[in-house]
């Protein structure tokens, strides 16, 4: 039975242990070796506990979770996909989970071979030149992008490119990672169909542009016909292209960034290549470029030479490095696995389903709710809640929590921020047909509700462990940690 | 195939409630200039047997560390992970769910974080702690990135005993800044503090030491400390984590920020990642902090329960604004952490550290009298240590391999003045037998 639990803390008893060590067989105690000014003199008020205090602690702790795997995730932009379960076992193989990054080159040929191939793989899907696998997250492989772009344009002398362009629909990380590398933002807005609005793209384009950061499809699902015309303009202005992966579910195989004029691109393996979320992490970022950059990446690449795999750090035009050691190599493996599992015509069905459930969902969902670019959408969409706001009171976070209601996760919320009350869908390809006809019925009663009970969406959610929970209080009042209670 | 349900039927019907004829119908918002018409150059599908065969096969061709005896240290370590731990992050509750943005259906990933953030907390003896960064080396940068934002300043000071990964990640996160990254020097496998001193200016930012540093030596870190808050600088302290079982909280002698690796709790060595970088500071630097925050509240019935916090530093709220641009960090290692943490408790971990602390001592006094071979610093260190070698470290790895052990990194790649100097890393998983088997084949080595 689900319930909420005590912290791990408040279940500690003195002299209690789950832990087991064979006896020290040296001689010798730290104190002998290690004088007593560096020792500490208070241990730390970590948990005394029994082994199976921990397993039901963590177990019934995952109990309040939600996942992929306890139902549908239909979080917009985040692509929750099926984590085939093959992936884990494979990433947990001795060669890969146990291989330490200081081995020599000669025992770890498996890895590199692995890291060699996806590199190749990757930079066959983005229509790119050249890979890394380095960044550990989508955010971090955009500030590598940006910082491969910076090095470019010094490289050429030309020192006056400070500013990045990013189009008001972009996710929030496009302008963060510009602004911790140093750049100015831009910000250029949709036009009326939800694209980049040229007028104003013309407008801020110069001689002090370094780039333009775009999602294509874009943050509402929207494939930007203008692309190609796009592409162009920033070129001609001496300015880079870059691609911001996290949607590139909608496109495996049937459209490459690389093709449509994209310089640096970055993907999200958590998210297109189905590796977990972890509850937030860990991903993987790896970014691709044209082999003009290409001599900026960060040290060191994965390179062969005769049938030998190995480190590349002879790169004398190389950023640096972004990270410690490689890459995030676990996850690399998993999103190895499933490339191999899907195969070249495999990635194109997952993508075309992915538009495919997408479409669907919206079709159904337009009669009740606004639908509000009302064309073909790629792997995700936009709904407003406004039609209920006005009518009934009802708002999307109300929506949102009452869809909990039904055992489904709701939609990203309230982004992007130009679509006033937004519910961002994406089912992904994963999802059944009878899995989103379920969560229609869901949608639909909740806006019949809206209509005629309101004050039971707006109480939502009622059959959840917790209610609803006070976050401002938790802002106001910060309590970030337990504390002991003084013996 | 097997991940998509879609059958034909499926999409037959799907299209005619969407009033579009074909699949390719969806796509024809995709100019046609752009459209990828060719097939992928990727390898044929392979079905699942096939794809174990596979990856099996790769794997073989590594050096599992349960196979070997492994003496590899410098930022990755060898430490027992106990079974708990995967069976914890192997539930699907926990590793198939996104961030928790929705807390009533995510309050075991929430409370987990709490906890998380109160045991690193306990170790470092800080106020806060974070949900994770990527690693160690990210979390340093982060650390400068925090520290210049809190006082403005512009010039870094790093230790060259930090880690050299880690000091050149910092290199290449402030090159499009503006600041200033200057190395303060050594002396016996110890930053020279008099070097230290001489480099933090007026416009120090933050002076940065690593303890046990790189060499595996403990560094007067108190001292440190001292010379940066002298000057207005803020002091990070770098730490491996296993070692505060046994050595002084960073809290204690003066830290304003602690970080470091946290692949030693519970994580395994994976060939570089995925690991997760503990970051902690004092309260009143809380809202400079990156990165995400769990904090305790109560819900709509009178129940406590968890929720992110302060979320106005971070990127979907403040966009270019934010303290930094992290979204997905490490969660579910930081989960593995703390389920270590709770397996190994208060004493465990104390027993961790003690044992590998011993057990390096024992190494390096065997090792050290092996003719021709000496201690190369005279420094009190913890669980790594550093030989001088009569051969290079290519040669030693080469014969060890012969004899299933790994170890001796030479540190002439990172330190040209210390060329022939080779890096032991021991952990409690190493037995007598096994520290007695490298000592026996350093000594033939020639």
Redesign the interface.
């Known amino acids: 039975m689900k319930s909420?639990?005590p912290?791990?803390?408040e279940l500690s008893s003195p002299g209690?242990?789950?832990?087991s060590?064979?006896e020290?067989?040296?001689?010798?105690?730290?104190n002998e070796?290690?004088?007593a000014?560096?020792?500490?003199?208070r241990?730390?008020?970590?948990?005394?506990?029994s082994?199976v205090d921990?397993?039901r602690?963590?177990?019934g702790?995952?109990?309040?979770?939600?996942?992929?795997?306890?139902g549908f995730?239909p979080?917009g932009s985040?692509t929750?996909?099926?984590?085939?379960k093959?992936n884990?076992?494979?990433?947990?193989?001795?060669?890969?989970?146990?291989?330490?990054?200081?081995?020599?080159e000669?025992?770890?040929?498996?890895?590199l071979?692995?890291m060699y191939e996806m590199q190749q793989?990757l930079a066959?899907?983005a229509?790119m030149d050249a890979i890394t696998l380095q960044p550990?997250?989508?955010?971090?492989g955009?500030?590598t992008g940006?910082?491969l772009i910076?090095a470019y344009h010094r490289k050429r002398g030309e020192l006056g490119r400070t500013k990045v362009i990013v189009p008001d629909s972009a996710?929030?990380?496009n302008?963060?990672?510009?602004?911790?590398?140093?750049?100015q933002?831009v910000q250029v807005k949709s036009d009326g169909r939800g694209g980049v609005d040229i007028e104003a793209l013309k407008q801020v384009l110069g001689p002090d542009v370094a780039c333009l950061m775009l999602t294509n499809p874009n943050t509402l699902g929207?494939?930007d016909?203008n692309?190609?015309l796009i592409a162009d303009l920033v070129h001609q202005a001496g300015g880079l292209l870059y691609y911001d992966g996290a949607n590139a579910n909608a496109?495996?195989?049937?459209?490459?960034p690389g093709?449509?004029g994209f310089d640096v691109v970055h993907f999200?393996l958590?998210k297109t290549f189905?590796t977990?979320?972890?509850?937030?992490?860990?991903?993987?970022g790896p970014v691709g470029c044209k082999k003009e950059l290409a001599p900026f990446l960060?040290v060191p690449v994965v390179a062969r030479k005769d049938s030998r795999y190995f480190l590349d750090y002879d790169r004398p035009d190389s950023?640096?490095?972004?990270?410690?050691?490689?890459?995030?190599?676990?996850?690399v493996?998993k999103a190895y696995?499933y490339?191999?599992?899907?195969?070249?015509?495999?990635?194109?069905?997952?993508s075309?389903?992915a538009?495919?459930?997408a479409?669907?969902l919206?079709?159904?969902l337009k009669e009740k709710y606004h639908l509000v670019y009302d064309?073909?959408c790629k792997h995700e969409f936009v709904l407003s809640a406004d039609w209920q706001k006005r009518v009934t009171g009802v708002r999307t976070l109300d929506i949102?929590?009452r869809l909990?209601d039904f055992g489904f996760?709701?939609p990203?919320v309230y982004?992007p921020l130009i679509v006033e009350e937004c519910l961002m869908i994406e089912p992904t390809?994963?999802?059944?047909?009878e899995t989103l006809d379920a969560f229609v019925a869901a949608m639909l009663q909740i806006a019949d509700e809206a209509a005629h009970y309101p004050e039971k969406v707006k109480t939502a959610?009622h059959t959840?462990?917790?209610?609803?929970?006070?976050?401002s209080?938790?802002?106001r009042q910060?309590?970030?940690?337990?504390r002991p209670t003084a013996e | 195939m097997r991940y998509l349900p879609n059958t034909e039927r499926d999409r037959e019907l799907m299209l005619r409630a969407i009033g579009v004829g074909s699949v390719a119908g969806l796509f024809a918002d995709i100019p046609d200039e752009v459209r990828f018409r060719g097939r992928l150059n990727l390898p044929p599908a392979l079905s699942e047997p096939e794809l174990a065969a596979h990856m099996k096969r790769l794997a073989a061709r590594d050096a599992d560390a349960d196979e070997y005896a492994c003496f590899l240290g410098g930022g990755a370590y060898d430490h027992y992970i106990p079974a708990l731990v995967d069976h914890v992050i192997s539930r699907s509750e926990f590793y198939t769910a996104y961030t928790p943005y929705q807390p009533e259906i995510s309050q075991g990933t929430l409370q987990a974080i709490f906890e998380y953030q109160t045991a690193i907390c306990e170790l470092t003896g800080m106020d806060v702690a974070n949900a994770s960064i990527y690693d160690g080396a990210t979390a340093v940068a982060e650390a400068v990135l925090m520290a210049h934002a809190t006082n403005g300043r512009k010039r870094i000071v790093v230790s060259r005993a930090v880690h050299p990964d880690y000091r050149q990640t910092l290199k290449t996160y402030v090159a499009g800044m503006g600041l200033e990254v200057v190395e303060a020097g050594l002396i016996d496998g110890l930053t020279n503090s008099a070097s230290l001193g001489e480099l933090i200016t007026d416009d120090t930012t933050c002076v940065i030491a690593q303890s046990p540093n790189f060499f595996g030596n403990i560094e007067d870190m108190a001292k440190f400390a001292e010379l940066a808050h002298a000057k207005g600088a803020l002091f990070v302290a770098v730490v491996d984590p296993i070692s505060l079982g046994l050595l002084k909280p960073p809290g204690e002698y003066g830290a304003d920020i602690v970080c470091g690796e946290g692949q030693s709790l519970g994580n395994p060595m994976a060939f570089g990642g995925p690991y997760l970088g503990f970051f902690a500071t004092k309260m009143e630097l809380v809202r400079r902090m990156p990165g995400r925050l769990v904090g305790e509240t109560v819900d709509s019935r009178g129940q406590r329960g968890f929720v992110l916090t302060l979320q106005t530093r971070e990127q979907h709220i403040r966009r270019e604004k934010a303290t930094s641009n992290i979204c997905s960090n490490e969660a579910l290692c930081a989960l593995a952490a703390l389920v270590y943490l709770s397996v190994m408790g208060k004493r465990g971990l104390k027993e961790v550290a003690a044992q590998s602390a011993a057990k390096a001592h024992y190494a390096r006094e065997r090792i050290a009298s092996i003719p021709g071979w000496s201690a190369a610093f005279t420094a009190p260190f913890f669980k790594e240590f550093v030989v001088k070698a009569p051969v290079d470290g290519a040669t030693v790895q080469k014969h060890l391999l012969t004899k299933k052990i790994l170890g001796g990194t030479d540190l002439g790649r990172w330190y040209p003045e210390l060329k022939n100097h080779l890096l032991f890393a021991v952990t409690e998983k190493r037995s007598r037998a096994e520290i007695d088997a490298l000592v026996a084949a350093l000594e033939e080595v020639r």
């Open positions: 909420l639990q912290l791990i803390f209690r242990e789950a832990y060590l064979p020290q067989d040296v001689p010798g105690q730290a070796f290690i004088p000014e560096f020792l500490r003199d241990d730390p008020a970590l948990p005394e506990v082994e921990v397993i602690h963590f177990t702790l995952s109990q309040l979770n939600h996942g992929v795997d306890t995730y979080l985040c929750m996909k099926y984590n085939p093959i884990e076992d494979v990433a947990r193989l001795g060669g890969f989970a146990n291989l330490h990054p200081l081995a020599p000669e025992v770890a040929q498996g890895a071979q692995l793989y066959e899907i229509g550990a997250a989508g955010a971090h955009e500030l940006l910082m910076r996710h929030g990380t302008p963060a990672s510009a602004a911790v590398n140093g750049f933002i929207l494939f016909e692309i190609r496109i495996m195989g049937i459209a490459r093709d449509a999200n958590h189905s977990p979320h972890g509850g937030g992490g860990p991903g993987s960060p950023i640096g490095r972004v990270k410690s050691f490689y890459a995030n190599f676990g996850v493996v696995a490339i191999r599992a899907m195969g070249p015509d495999g990635l194109v069905r997952a075309e389903d538009v495919l459930n479409n669907y919206a079709a159904k064309r073909l949102a929590k909990l996760h709701p990203t982004f390809e994963t999802e059944s047909r959610p959840t462990v917790v209610g609803r929970l006070d976050e209080r938790a802002a910060p309590v970030l940690r337990w």
